[in-house]
Every structure is written in structure tokens, then in C-alpha cells.
């Protein structure tokens, strides 16, 4: 009896297991499709596939996802202009006002002078203080000069006869004499402080004009003391004019110049003044050693005179010509430098003799006259690479020369 229930529940067992292996088995659907037979099983390929998903399209610009829209016209001018309107920011509470910093007004231009923002309420162009120090000095000195000098000479019997002068040095240092001095200068100065005073409050004063004021003011003086002193003895007439003299060279630089007197024109008009001196060394030199003796008083008085006069040429040259200061500077340096090496050489080769013959001075003459003329007339601006800048020359003229 036991091996027959033993067999039914291996046969139990076995048709347990037949039967799941039978529902885990895959089914195969016949279905069929257009142009195939129907009798035939087809096995679907399970494999795994890639699917590609299109991109997604860009934004479509605004007016643009219309077919057939219009495109934007742009605006039009109107010909009315654009306003902004500036809202100004709510004034702070009342409690916080004296909290607020406060803010300084803009700097504008200011007072304006000839064209030029004034310096100062007193005070117009840079050159002012330097133009009111100058003629202070000049007047208050050289009144002080007419009430010196006169009494010197008097007092040393200079130019008088010795058998009827006697020297007596109170003259001249006395309580009166110093009165003089101190009123003459004390009044000097003040006509040429108030003078001056007033000219730079109206108009305004570069350093140049100032500067250049200066040494003019030396060249008029000399000129008209030398002048007078051809025509008379007289100390205080000479110490006088030679006061006047410097007025009005300093006058004349600054009214004729303007308060803003150019640099090439400064320097152009010194340099007449100076060559003028230095040619009548020359000439002085020349006639000395010549057999005509030492320098007369005439001579000194031509050493005087004609820097003032090379000095007014040079001014009216201003008026045709118009060079650069660097071409005025040039031909000063290669006049001085070739004039004094030829003086030194030619007086070396003549046992440095410079008194008993001429040839030095007229050699030194000629070589600076040549040398200036030479770098003022033959030097091309246009081919230095050291101008700043340049006019292009004309295609009829290859250089092109201020002279």
C-alpha cells in the first residue's frame, strides 16, 4: 500500500512542475498582416532601439510667429526734440536737514581778462606780481639814483677842478641828503607801484611780458642816458633820463607787446639787442687796435645806444617775419660758438695778441655774422626730426624759410 501512495505523489509532483514550466513558456500571437500568410508565425524582434527626438525649435521673435505679419518699423523723426525730464530727489525731513553734508557750489570760470580767467581779485595774470615788483623797483631805485649820484660826483669833485674844489663827503651823507634819498625813493616807488597797480587790475600780465619787461626796460634806459650824456655833463640830467629810458622801454614792451607778448617774439627782440652790443665791442675793438687809441666816451655811449636801437629792429622785424624760438636760439648758438672759436684760434695763432692787432675781431665778426645767416636761411625744418611739427612745403618749393 505504501508504494502505491509513494507513486501518486511523485505523479502529483510531477504534473505540479509540467504545469508551471507550461505557464512560464513565452505564447506566440499569430496575427496576421497585409501581404503575408496567414499560416505563418512571425517571432517580433525584441532587440533594443534608439529613438532620436527632434530638437526643439528656437524662440520665435515677437511679430514674427505670425505668417505674413509686417516687420517693426522703426521710429520715425518727427523733427520735435527729446525731452528728459529731471525729477529733483524730495527735500529731506526737517529733523534731518543739519544731517545732510554740505556741497560746494561748482567752480566756474570766473572773471575773465582779456580773454584769460583772472587770477585774483586783485591780481589778474600770472605775471602781475612780477610786473608790480619790477616797476616798483625800477622808479623807487632810480629816483633814489638822481638824488645819489649828483651829490657823489659833487662831493669827490668828479669832472670838477681839483684847484677849486675841495671833497667833502657830508654831501652826500648828510641829514639832508638822506631826506632826499628816502622821500625820492619812497615816491618812486609808489608812482611805479600804482602805475602798475592799475595797468594789470585792467589787463591782464603773462610771465612772459613780465620777464621780458625787464630786460627792455635796461635796453631804454641805457638808451637815452647814453644819448643825453653825448650832449651834456650833467649828472641828474643823464640819472634822470636813464630813468625815463626805463620806463618807457618797459612800457612800451608791454603796451605794444599785449600781456601776453609771444615767446619767439621776446626772444627775437632781446636777441637784437644783444648782438647789437656785441657787434659795437667788435667795432670798438677793431678801431682800438687800429692806431685810434682807447674807447672814448663816445664809444661808451654807442655801447649804450645800439642795443636799444638792434633791439627796435628786431621788434619791427616781428611784424614781416615770424620765426620759431627754436631757429632764434639756433643762430644765437652757432653765432656765439663759430664767432668765439674763431676769435680764440685767430688770436692763439698770433701770439694771443688781442690788443695789438684787429684781425681777431674781425674774423670773430664775419664767422658769427656767417654762421647765423647760414642756420637761418639753409636749414630745413621740415627734414628736422627733432621739429615738432611742420609745414608741409609746396611742391614748386622744396624748403620753406620764415626769412
Sequence with gaps: MFPTIMLRLVGAGLLLLSSVAYAQD????????????????????????????????????????????????????TGVPRTIEAVPPAPP??????????????????????????????????????????????????????????????????????????????KWTGQDARIAYLAGSLLGAGVGFGAAAWWQFNHWISHRTANFSIVNSFFGGAFLGGFTDLFTDDAAAIAWTVVIGNSIGAWLTTIVGGGDLAMNKGVLIVS????????????????????GGGVSRGGFDALMITPAIGAGAMALAT??????????????LFGVGAGGLVLLVSALVLGANFTGSPVPYILGGLAAIGAKTVVSLLWAEAADPNAQAWEAPSRDKRYRSVW
Design 93 to 170: 525731513p526737517p529733523e534731518q536737514l543739519d544731517e545732510q553734508p554740505k556741497q560746494a557750489p561748482p567752480a566756474g570760470p570766473g572773471a575773465m581778462i582779456d580773454g584769460h580767467p583772472r587770477e585774483g581779485a586783485f591780481l589778474s595774470g600770472p605775471g602781475s606780481l612780477t610786473f608790480l615788483l619790477h616797476h616798483s623797483l625800477m622808479t623807487g631805485l632810480g629816483v633814489l639814483a638822481t638824488q645819489m649820484i649828483p651829490r657823489v660826483l659833487e662831493a669827490e669833485c668828479v669832472g670838477q677842478d681839483p684847484m677849486l674844489c675841495t671833497k667833502d663827503a657830508s
Design 272 to 291: 637784437g639787442g644783444v648782438w647789437a652790443a656785441i657787434y659795437t665791442g667788435l667795432v670798438l675793438a677793431i678801431i682800438a687796435t687800429t692806431g
Design 26 to 77: 513565452e505564447k506566440v500571437v499569430d496575427i496576421p498582416w497585409p501581404g503575408t500568410d496567414a499560416g505563418v508565425q512571425e517571432t517580433p524582434d525584441l532587440t533594443p532601439k534608439t529613438v532620436i527626438l527632434p530638437a526643439e525649435p528656437p524662440p520665435t521673435p515677437p511679430n514674427e510667429g505670425t505668417p505674413g505679419a509686417p516687420p517693426p518699423e522703426p521710429p520715425m523723426d
Design 319 to 332: 611784424l614781416r617775419f615770424n620765426p620759431s624760438t627754436t631757429q632764434i636760439m639756433r643762430a644765437n
